[in-house]
């Protein structure tokens, strides 16, 4: 099982697929990489070379943060927006949707469970 970016990619996806599995890479992230090491997107991971298994470690080590760096970086971003005061700082302190979804109806994930408001009374005469 080759290890990239200190992440156990697995063996048997393909090549495409299983760069993903490394923080902060997505399929076309994925792609560029693999076209830059000249290794075919179909080929399993168990089958690339040490060769080509140290090409792409050096392709995303050098061009792209990834893993815990990358983590760092969005939350310090986000300490940044929360310190500063700006309107996404204070949604992401408040637990809102931070790009300008309704919230209304829906946004559970970001507000959580729904709180049940009481009834009211009804009149008895």
Excluded at 78 to 101: E, F, S, T
Excluded at 112 to 122: E, S
Aim: aromatic share 4%; with cysteine; hydrophobic share 30%.
């Amino acid at each position: 099982m080759p290890r990239i970016a200190g992440v156990e990619v697995p063996k048997n996806k393909r090549g495409e697929i299983a760069l993903t599995y490394i923080y902060g890479i997505g399929r076309n992230l994925s792609k560029q990489i693999l076209t830059q090491a000249k290794i075919d997107f179909n080929k399993k991971a168990s089958d690339w070379t040490d060769g080509e298994s140290n090409a792409i470690r050096k392709i995303i080590d050098q061009n792209h943060t990834t893993g815990g760096n990358l983590r760092t970086k969005v939350l310090l971003n986000i300490k940044r927006l929360k310190d500063i005061a700006c309107y996404r700082g204070i949604r992401h302190r408040m637990g809102l949707p931070v790009n300008g979804q309704n919230t209304k109806n829906n946004a559970r994930t970001r507000k959580g469970k729904g709180a049940p408001i009481a009834n009211k009374r009804k009149n008895t005469k």
